[in-house]
């Protein structure tokens, strides 16, 4: 149950990247950005960074769920279940 929550807390984390890169990308002139970064220039950096990024955890935290779920069929003939 734990590394669900882990799983769903670092999924959200990996969305929140990713969106305030596309955000960056897509509006390098709001006020964010200008209060933020030097230039709209570091805008499109920073926002190509943290999609890549978002991605990146993402991918992370499904191989981690997979690895997970791929445990319990491994050792499930302990408990009874059919792997």
Avoid: T
């Avoid at 990308?25 to 499109?44: D, G, I, N």
């Avoid at 991605?55 to 491994?74: M, N, P, Q, S, T």
């Amino acid at each position: 149950m734990p590394n669900r929550i882990f799983a769903i807390v670092n999924a959200l984390m990996a969305l929140s990247y990713s969106i305030i890169g596309v955000m960056l990308v897509l509006y390098p002139q709001s006020a964010f950005a200008q209060m933020m970064l030097p230039s709209s220039k570091w805008a499109y950096a920073l926002g190509a960074v943290l999609i890549v990024y978002g991605l990146f955890r993402a991918w992370r935290v499904y191989e981690k769920f997979k690895d997970d779920d791929d445990d319990d069929e491994e050792y499930s003939y302990y408990d009874g279940r059919k792997g």
